[in-house]
């Protein structure tokens, strides 16, 4: 397994993060994750939508939470087309209940709790914590990634301004 240290910092300390580093213009890995339903999802599942992966370490948190309810907000103008995936390891039991707290719809909330899967194929599993590091990726229609935004300090916020440039303008590249 890949370890990359010193990409991201936790209040300010090192951490390290497993699996190989994406980059744009690549194919999107396949992966993963456990819905709120139990059922697993995998990338086939979105066939012929565009994705943004929202990744957090816990909903649990108020950077977090922010950060979902900032998606949720998002969500409404990405059109149908666009499926927004929340993605964290909280177990799907948590994230039932802040779906439910938060009223929020427009995003599909996944977890990675079980084996970590797309941690790895992403290249953000957070080795010391067994948690995903904060980072975004938009990935398009044929599946190559289109943007990638890894949180140097995984406390800070995403740069949702840049997240929604980029989303627009694959939009408008792809259509709606």
Sequence with gaps: MVERKGIVTFSGNPITLLGQELT???QAPDFKLQANDLSIKTLGDYKGKRLVLSVLPSLDTSVC???ARRFVAMSESLGPDTAVLVVSCDLPFAQSRWVLE???SGVTTLSDH???NFGLAYGVA???MRLLSRSVFIISKDRSITYIQMVREITNQVDFD???AAASRLIAQEGK
């Design 65 to 67: 939470d922010e950060q």
């Design 162 to 164: 840049d997240v929604e």
């Design 126 to 128: 957070i080795k010391e």
């Design 24 to 26: 744009v213009g690549a």
């Design 102 to 104: 938060k009223k929020a």
């Design 114 to 116: 079980l084996n970590l």
